[in-house]
C-alpha cells in the first residue's frame, strides 16, 4: 500500500479559483463532428451572449482572487464566427487575463488567421486530430479536407510560435488508431496532447465508450509513454482522471516519493476535475462545472460567477471528495484523482457517485513495463 501522506492531503481543492474558465462563444459551427458536445450547427444562436455581456464575463472573471485571473478558453462551436472575436480577446488580454482559443479547422482557419491569434496575445490554440489519416479523421469530424485543414493549420502555429494543444478522441471507434495518431504528433512540434475519453452527452450519444479494462491499458500505456520521456511534448488524459492513481501506482512501485512524484510530469494537475478547477460558461450564459457536465448552476447575466463557483452547492459538493459515492467515496486516490464527475452523471444521473469507466479496486496492480501497441 503506498504511503498515505500524499493521498490524504486535501489541498488538491481549487476552492478560491478555477485554473480554466471555458466560454462557448457560439453554437454555430461548419463541422459536424459525431460526438460533438454541443451538438454544433451552422446556425447562430440569437441567445447568445453580446459583446457587452461578454466583455462584463471577462469582468467577473479578473475578480477571482489570486495572482492572476483563471486563463479564458474560448471554444464553441467555432469561435472564429463571431464578428467580435478579436474584440473580446483584446478586452480579456487588457484585464491580464490569459486567452487560448479552440479553432474548428475549416476555411476560416488560414495561416493569416494563425497570425492574427498570435498578434492578438493567445497564449494557445487547441485543434482536434481523431485519426493518424484523412479518412479516419474526416470521418469523424463529418467534413471531408478537415485533416488536411488541421495538418496545415499546426504546420501555421508552429511557423508562427504559436503553441498547439492536440485534442483526440478516445472512444471504441478511434481506440486502435491512438498508436498511430501519437506517432504522427511526434514530428508536428505540437505543446500537448489530450486524450478526451467519450462521455455519451450531446451527438457523442451515438458513439460508445471503450470499456474499464481497456481504458486501464489505453491510461498505463500513455503512462510508460510519459516515463519514457522520448516525446516532445506533454501528455494529459480529459475525463478518465485515474491516470492519476496509474501514475502514483507505478512510480511508488519504483520507490518515488510524493514530493517528486508531485514535480514530475505525471504529477501536475492533481485533483483537477468538473467543478474543481474548472468551470463552463455557455453561449447563452449558463454556469456549469465543466462542458461534459451539463448541470446548471446560474446564468452570468443574472449571477456572478465568482460567487457561483464558491458558494454554490453542486460547485462545493464536487470540490469536496469526502462526498464521492459509491467506490470512488471508498477510494484512497480520490483526492488525487476524484474520477469523471460528468461520467458518473451520464451514468447514474448523480455527478456524485462512481465513475464507470475505473476498474479500482477490482484490478490488481501489475508494476512490470508493457509497451501497449494495440487495445484489443
Known sequence: MPTPSLLQDKT???EK??????????????????????EADTSRDPMELSTREAKEL??????????????????????????????????????????????AATARLTDQAVLALK??????????????????????RGVAGTFARTMDAIRAADEAGMPV?????VAEATVDDLPAVYDLLVGLGIERWALFFLISTGRGSFLSEISPEKAESVLTWLCELIENGSQPFAIKSTEAHQLRRIAYQRLHARGVDDDNFKRSPLGRGLGVRDGNGIVFVSRRGEIFPSGFLPIGSGNVRLDSLVATYHDHPLFRSLRDADRLEGKCGRCPYRFICGGSRARAFAATGNPLESDPLCLYPTIRFQSEDRMATSFG
Open 12 to 14: 488538491f481543492t481549487y
Open 17 to 38: 479559483a478555477p485554473i480554466l474558465v471555458y466560454w462557448e462563444m457560439t453554437h454555430a459551427c461548419d463541422l459536424a463532428c459525431v460526438h460533438c458536445r454541443a
Open 58 to 103: 471577462c469582468d467577473e472573471i479578473a475578480l477571482f482572487p489570486g495572482t492572476r485571473p483563471p486563463r479564458l478558453v474560448l471554444t464553441g462551436g467555432d469561435p472564429l464566427l463571431r464578428d467580435d472575436f478579436f474584440e473580446i480577446i483584446d478586452y480579456a488580454r487588457s484585464l491580464g487575463i490569459d486567452v487560448s482559443a479552440t479553432p
Open 165 to 169: 494543444q492536440i485534442n483526440t478522441l
Open 119 to 140: 498578434s492578438a496575445g493567445v497564449g494557445s490554440i487547441a485543434l482536434s486530430l481523431d485519426g493518424s489519416t484523412a479518412h479516419r479523421h474526416d470521418s469523424v
